[in-house]
């Protein structure tokens, strides 16, 4: 199934969780003082939407600092304004495929180049199997199975577990991005062959 057909038919709690690890994954590491876990309320609620609009708020305004520095980070503030604070699927539908396009594109820019001919972000999540790089390939295989994990606890069958595994392969692809981000900053620095510090 397609990343656009797992999207389609998730419910509420699976489109909450993918939007909410969508944007985790993507987040700048802290500044010194920061909360390491700004979107972690967010998680908290979402099996069952409890406290949804306000948890939306609060980290909206926790990302305040990070967003006036980081062109990333502002990028995910802004698309958590745009959340929708009822905790309903249409709503929520359209905030998620929101967040699965800006994910892809953070990786995308961080990406190995793969030439123009290279499917987009919505043909590869329509269910093309071939044509980005690493890093596009794997945020798509994990919101992929962020997704289906999802909707097989769905219904309170397997209680929370669902939403850990999305959790767990949120933090895992982080840490890829990061580490790349990391390399190519520090590749920035090398002039001449000297590393600046």
Request: aromatic share 2%; charged share 25%.
């Amino acid at each position: 199934m397609s990343l656009l057909e797992l999207i389609a038919r998730a419910d509420e709690r699976g489109l909450a969780a993918s939007g909410v690890a969508c944007l985790d994954r993507c987040l700048p590491p802290p500044e010194t003082g920061e909360d390491p876990e700004p979107l972690r309320p967010l998680w908290a609620c979402c099996e069952s939407g409890a406290d949804w609009a306000a948890r939306l708020g609060a980290v909206h305004t926790a990302l305040e600092a990070a967003a006036a520095r980081d062109a990333t980070a502002a990028r995910i503030r802004a698309q958590l304004d745009a959340a929708p604070r009822d905790f309903a699927a249409g709503p929520l539908r359209a905030w998620a495929d929101a967040c699965s396009l800006l994910a892809l594109d953070i990786h995308r820019e961080s990406d190995v180049p793969v030439g123009d001919g290279a499917p987009t972000s919505e043909i590869r999540r329509a269910g093309a199997a071939a044509g980005g790089g690493p890093l596009v390939t794997g945020e798509l295989r994990r919101q992929a199975e962020i997704l289906e994990g999802l909707a097989e606890t769905a219904g309170g069958a397997g209680g929370p577990t669902g939403l850990r595994r999305a959790l767990d392969l949120s933090t895992e692809g982080r840490r890829v991005l990061r580490a790349v981000m990391s390399r190519r900053a520090r590749g920035r620095g090398r002039t001449g062959g000297v590393t600046l510090t």
